[in-house]
């Protein structure tokens, strides 16, 4: 559904849009870099609203999310479009095309809202592609979710520009936030986009008070440099992310980089050894079946708080979030 798009001005026969740092310059009947948005004589629009082509309830872990209300269930939705162009993305089919070429259903907010809560949701996350590409839609849905209680779950690469962001925040109760790696060449050879905003997106998602969570996708030959995660590592520290859960995940060959092979398992327990020394408190190790890092455990006393196989959990916290051995209380949302 062709719908007027935010934040774009027009400049002679350009339309600039303004929603993320790609700024896209677009002449009349140009699309975006992320095949969303086209200037329509002068008016920005978007193709990517109330036409989701996914739907799905997942678990709340899936996202990933560890520390925001285990054990609940969460509406999913994409649109199709993205403003990255991962060569790893294993959702190609969908974030590397556009709005009038995927099968889609026809859903208005309300019909989202309604749907998540005949469900049983406790959630609506946007997923899947990268929700800044249906940055309307997520923001409409968020909003009136918002009014009858539900929470929101943004789960993306952050790569959007701060105006929009303030206007979205309001409505995001988490996020998990994809941080691909932490050089700025490896970073735009990866994904066509540039570290610099991604981190002024977390620092503005920890100073709003969004529960945060970040994925780190170790892709061999490109993500994949010991040092360079450390460095990743010493900034989160350096910019009070400790508290903030992180997930390292398995890369497993998929569209353009289908050649490569899958992260050794010994890669990722290293550096999730190496986050726990830098003083992260909850770390995690993804795409590799249960081990050691699939649990959470209390940062105080170490005891085991939350066992996880798959995405079914067993609790051991009490109500109030808090460790049953010596009373710490955990960082997150959980109830």
Known sequence: MRHEAKYYRKKGNTVICELCPNMCRLLNGE????????????????????????????????????????????????????????????????????????????????????????KGCSSISYTYTDPVAYYEYMLDTAQKANEKGLKNIMVSAGYINPQPLDELLPFIDAANIDLKTFDDNVYHELSGVHLKPVLNTLLKLKEAGV????????????????????????????????????HYNRFVPTYKLHYLHSTPIALLLQVAEMAVSKGMKYVYVGNIGPNHYSNTYCPVCQAVLLYRTGYSIRSKLNNYGKCDECNCELDGVWK
Not at 59 to 83: D, I, M, Q, R, W
Not at 217 to 237: G, N, R
Request: proline fraction near 6%; charged fraction near 20%; hydrophobic fraction near 35%.
């Open 31 to 118: 699309t975006g870099k992320c095949r969303t948005r086209t200037n329509r004589h002068g008016m920005l629009i978007t193709e990517a609203y109330a036409n989701p082509c996914a739907l799905h309830i997942d678990p709340v872990e899936k996202k990933p999310l560890y520390h925001f209300l285990p054990g609940t269930s969460t509406l999913s939705l994409a649109t199709a479009g993205c403003n990255l162009a991962c060569r790893n993305c294993q959702n190609h089919d969908i974030s590397q095309t556009s709005p009038l070429e995927t099968q889609n259903l026809d859903l208005q907010p309300d019909d989202i809202v309604v749907m998540a809560i005949q």
């Open 211 to 246: 529960w945060l969570e970040i994925t780190n996708l170790l892709v061999p030959t490109y993500s994949d440099d010991v040092a360079m995660i450390e460095k990743m590592l010493d900034w989160l520290v350096e910019n009070g992310f400790k508290s903030v859960p992180i």
